[in-house]
């Protein structure tokens, strides 16, 4: 058992296949710049289907990023990739006492299956078909339904709840769930969702744009992206709903 929280060398080159605007890339690089961990980034293009050829498919069936590639050790799902690239460094940021690992799992489940989620659904499409979705760029995008918006706010109410009594999301450490939920969070605010009613997970947000290393670097850029994506959308709405009254 000892030899499972031994170091392993990083001898080997870490690659990682990414896309800017991606929220999962997003966290990827920012636990990587925190465990000073270079990786050489192979920038997808998944407009253009990049993820769907032959020789990305026979590595990933699953034709998603971030995927890390280690010679030949293949790993997708982000928050899997953070995990292990913070155990492997032996980092505080997954610390391997086993409660503190179970809360940090907590928060990283929260982020996967409830809060990216819903945002996920509410603001990128029903169907969950993310940027390859031309339907985002040709701003064919369903507006945000009520229902959805209102499951966000939830999801929000309960990491506000979370950081009630916490500096970071799983206890006083920052740990990989801070990384994962900032690039979720920060992704909300790009999208102008209304997020003044949660204060403390706006506090949170400021201090982890502040505080973590890289932060301007790997994920302003993507951010930046969302934006203009978001604005696109919106004008092209208000175009259609101009159009159809005349
Ligand atoms: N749960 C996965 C989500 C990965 C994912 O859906 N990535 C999207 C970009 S954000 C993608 O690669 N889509 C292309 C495709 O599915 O073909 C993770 O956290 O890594």
Not at 26 to 36: F, G, S
Not at 191 to 203: C, G, L, Q, R, S
């Amino acid at each position: 058992l000892r030899a499972l929280h031994k170091p392993l060398p990083l001898q080997m080159a870490l690659r990682l296949h990414s896309t800017q605007a991606s929220v999962a890339c997003r966290a990827v690089l920012l636990v990587a710049a925190q465990l000073d961990v270079p990786l050489e980034v192979v920038p997808v293009d998944l407009r253009a289907g990049e993820q769907l050829t032959p020789q990305f498919l026979a590595m990933n069936p699953q034709h998603c990023v971030p995927t890390l590639q280690e010679g030949d050790f293949i790993l997708w799902e982000s928050r899997a990739i953070c995990t292990y690239l913070a155990s492997k460094q032996q980092s505080a940021l997954y610390p391997p006492d086993l409660r503190q690992r179970a809360t940090i799992d907590r928060l990283l489940d929260f982020d996967l299956g409830t809060l990216h989620y819903i945002f996920a659904k509410t603001y990128v499409g029903r169907n969950l078909k993310f940027i390859i979705n031309r339907s985002v760029i040709e701003g064919k995008q369903e507006a945000p339904h009520a229902e959805d918006l209102k499951k966000l706010d939830e999801a929000l109410e309960l990491l506000e709840k979370f950081l009630s009594n916490s500096t970071f999301v799983a206890g006083k450490q920052l740990s990989v769930a801070d990384c994962c939920l900032v690039a979720t969070v920060s992704t909300c605010e790009a999208v102008n969702h209304n997020m003044k009613k949660f204060v403390k997970v706006a506090a949170w947000l400021e201090k982890c744009k502040q505080t973590l290393k890289g932060y301007e670097k790997y994920n302003t850029p993507g951010l930046d992206m969302i934006k203009t994506f978001s604005e696109m959308q919106k004008k092209s709405r208000k175009n259609k709903t101009a159009t159809s009254s005349q």
